[in-house]
């Protein structure tokens, strides 16, 4: 069982297997091909995650601690068939719900222009849009887009709008399938993306997307990067038609001297929504829960594919 904390740290855990530490270190702690359980180290990358994973002949289950699992994709074709992935759902609903209200309302009420008045000793006072009476449209309705619902409910909004990639009914409302996002862009205020990273999502949010969006609307992306052509939003912003508030960008890291550091109206955060201090009780509740029911032979949590099925 390779899991990226060590064993002793994690209270709970079933006794009776061999656990291994790895973090995404140069050295394996073991051969990858006795690995059954491989829980893939946090926010290392692609290329960390998915290094050990060609020679994982035994494996049977991928246990990823993030929300997303396009990081490991990739690899799926080298394990065996019956392989389960599964997600962290359950452990980032929290933090990355507080970060998208965070660039919400740091976006409209002018947080960083006051920081960088700060820096200067400026009083840069003036008013600025409230999150009040806005219409928001959150495209990608899972347990991370219902969580920054539940954040936005005392906000007094006019109106929120959800989409996702099937229609269904919620307690607080429809949720509109992909089919019908042009005819509600241009109602929104404010559109948040949490969507997954799949090849239907890739590039949603291309020119076309963006100038459906409403004069003076705000993007706030905490879904990932890929989600957003990034020419096609850097064009809008330098002319000034929208803002955006960017905890995810393409590509990421963003380096030195990429023009979307110093675009008009753009707050960006480090992709931050997850790491923070409720990520590892959560991830090792959701650990010890998965590896009690791996031994015991119940169903999984959070299975998002089985290979080759």
């Given at each position: 069982m390779w899991l990226p904390f060590h064993a002793d740290e994690i209270d709970g855990l079933p006794e009776g297997l061999d656990y291994r530490f790895w973090d995404g270190g140069p050295e394996f702690p073991a051969d990858p091909a006795a690995c059954e359980f491989y829980v893939v180290p946090y926010m290392k990358g692609p290329a960390v995650s998915q290094r050990p994973m060609a020679d994982m002949a035994s494996v049977q289950v991928v246990q990823t601690l993030s929300a997303g699992v396009d990081h490991v994709q990739p690899s799926l074709k080298f394990l065996r068939p019956g392989v389960r992935l599964c997600n962290a759902q359950g452990v980032h609903e929290a933090s990355t719900g507080e970060l998208a209200l965070a660039l919400i309302l740091a976006s409209l009420r002018g947080i960083p222009g006051f920081v960088r008045g700060q820096d200067k000793e400026e009083w840069r006072s003036g008013f600025h849009p409230a999150?009040?009476?806005?219409?928001?449209?959150?495209?990608?309705?899972?347990?991370?887009?219902?969580?920054?619902?539940?954040?936005?409910?005392?906000?007094?909004?006019?109106?929120?709008?959800?989409?996702?990639?099937?229609?269904?009914?919620?307690?607080?409302?429809?949720?509109?399938?992909?089919?019908?996002?042009?005819?509600?862009?241009?109602?929104?205020?404010?559109?948040?993306?949490?969507?997954?990273?799949?090849?239907?999502?890739?590039?949603?949010?291309n020119a076309d997307f963006l100038s459906r969006m409403k004069d003076g609307a705000l993007l706030v992306n905490v879904a990932r990067g890929p989600v957003v052509d990034t020419k096609a939003l850097l064009a809008e912003l330098e002319s000034g038609r929208i803002t955006a508030a960017l905890d995810v960008t393409d590509p990421e890291p963003l380096p030195k001297g990429h023009p979307l550091w110093h675009a008009p109206g753009v707050l960006i955060s480090p992709h931050v929504g997850g790491p923070t201090s409720a990520f590892l009780p959560r991830a090792k509740r959701l650990l010890v829960d998965q590896l009690n029911r791996f031994v015991n032979r119940e169903p999984l949590r959070n299975v998002v594919l089985t290979t080759g099925a």
């Open positions: 999150l009040a009476d806005k219409s928001v449209l959150i495209v990608g309705y899972g347990s991370i887009g219902s969580a920054i619902e539940d954040r936005l409910a005392p906000f007094e909004l006019a109106r929120v709008a959800r989409v996702a990639r099937s229609e269904r009914t919620t307690a607080r409302g429809p949720v509109h399938p992909l089919t019908e996002l042009n005819s509600l862009l241009p109602e929104a205020d404010v559109v948040v993306l949490s969507t997954p990273l799949t090849q239907s999502t890739r590039g949603l949010v």
